[in-house]
């Protein structure tokens, strides 16, 4: 069965009602994120930029992840998503929503009988606070980024829709 296609366009009118702007910071992705949220109308009003850092040294590099967390946590765990997160919000402080993600999308690396393939961490920054995601996926490299895109979109839309409800209280 396969996966129904997320309406971007509808994700990118909600930021602009909320008149809301978004950055990214993707590791197991590799800027998937961002090149399918590109076509999306309006796009240019929402997303202010994002960030790849594939390697252990981009994310301490350019998004401030500690070398101790990396070392103690690894790349491709909550600790580390978190710390992207509010390392691009730094950068970037003009982004009301910052999203980062890493995960596992082949073997080696952190890989582990509790955090196999397929593991990916998900941190969203929203209204000052963090919101943590860890999801298992299942199918080939490919396949993994294209899950852990569209359950971003999925989590960014809830969140959204959370919000407007909230507002609207």
């Known amino acids: 069965m396969k996966a129904k296609a997320p309406d971007l366009d509808g994700l990118v009118k909600q930021f602009l009602q909320h008149k809301l702007t978004l950055a990214l910071a993707e590791s197991c992705t590799c800027g998937l994120v961002a090149a399918q949220l590109a076509p999306a109308t309006g796009i240019s009003n929402v997303l202010l930029g994002s960030i790849v850092t594939y390697h252990a040294e981009a994310k301490h590099k350019l998004l401030s992840v500690k070398k101790e967390t990396l070392a103690t946590y690894s790349a491709e765990s909550q600790q580390t998503t978190n710390e992207m997160a509010l390392g691009l919000h730094r950068h970037l402080p003009a982004a009301d929503v910052c999203v980062a993600v890493t995960g596992l999308c082949g073997p080696g690396a952190s890989e582990t009988p509790?955090?196999?393939?397929?593991t990916v961490f998900v941190t969203i920054l929203l209204?000052?606070?963090?919101?943590?995601?860890?999801?298992?996926?299942?199918?080939?490299?490919?396949q993994l980024r294209a899950q852990a895109a569209n359950f971003i979109y999925e989590?960014?839309?809830?969140l959204l829709e959370r919000r407007r409800a909230m507002a609207g209280a």
């Open 114 to 118: 509790d955090k196999p393939v397929g």
């Open 127 to 142: 209204d000052d606070h963090a919101h943590e995601y860890r999801h298992q996926f299942e199918g080939d490299a490919d």
């Open 155 to 158: 989590k960014l839309a809830e």
